[in-house]
């Protein structure tokens, strides 16, 4: 049994040959940046980078009176099966990690606030990872879901993504407000918010009611380059 765990995730580019791959299957941005969301989104860029959190039980935690920057309250892993290709998005497999990390954690999809998306700001996976998320979390909703994506800022990460986006949404949950979304401009046109009340926004936006004491909920995908997404 393991009373504390230094989980964590790191990216190193430190050959050319992954690269040459990725963009002999252009997958990578030919402006070099990441516009998640936006209308010209047209591929990703790749990162370096590492990070780690430090995990325990709630009541460990609280018995050793450590500070607790945020509470796991469910998880999920599940596999997109047979697909078009290795880099093409499943949008009811995305769904279904969604629903039941919800499940996990006594959630529904409104009680949610703040979603870190996958985000690689490809033309077809955000618009199919946006759909996911309004169909799971856009049901009934009384107060914004606002979206963003650290890979705005730093690239992807690849095996580091997960963890880095973790991390944001961290402090994204300490700080009450969300980082505005580098490099968005103009909403892809294939990205269908009606009956949504989602924000997707390249400015600062403010989290909750106003009262500091009130809980927020956020939510972080990471879909893997082999068809596995967690949630």
């Known amino acids: 049994m393991c009373s504390t765990a230094l989980v964590g995730g790191v990216n190193v580019m430190l050959h050319p040959r992954s690269y040459i791959g990725c963009c002999a299957a252009k997958m990578l941005s030919f402006k070099g940046r990441c516009a998640t969301f936006d209308e010209e989104a ?39 099966g ?26 529904e999809g409104r009680d949610v606030d703040y979603i870190e998306c996958h985000g690689t700001g490809t033309s077809l996976g955000d618009p199919i990872e946006v759909e996911a998320i309004k169909n799971v979390l856009g049901d009934q ?5 606002v979206l963003g994506s650290v890979k705005t800022n730093i690239g992807h990460l690849e095996g580091a993504a997960g963890i880095i986006g973790l ?7 300490r700080h009450r407000k969300a980082p505005g979304n580098v490099h968005f401009k103009t909403l892809n046109p294939k990205i269908n918010l009606d009956n949504f009340n989602a924000v997707i926004s390249a400015h600062e936006t403010q989290l909750g009611t106003g009262n500091p004491n009130s809980s927020l909920i956020g939510s972080i995908s990471s879909f893997g380059f082999g068809g596995t997404n967690a949630h």
């Open 42 to 80: 047209d591929g990703y860029c790749r990162g370096e980078g590492v990070g780690a959190v430090v995990l325990k039980r709630l009541s460990d935690a609280q018995a050793d009176g450590d500070p607790i920057l945020a509470v796991i309250r469910g998880s999920a892993v599940n596999q997109d």
């Open 82 to 107: 047979r697909s078009a290709s290795l880099t093409a998005p499943n949008g009811p497999a995305q769904e279904a990690v969604i629903k039941q990390a919800l499940n996990v954690a006594g959630l």
């Open 141 to 145: 909703r009384s107060k914004p879901l």
């Open 167 to 173: 991390i944001k949404t961290i402090e994204v949950l």
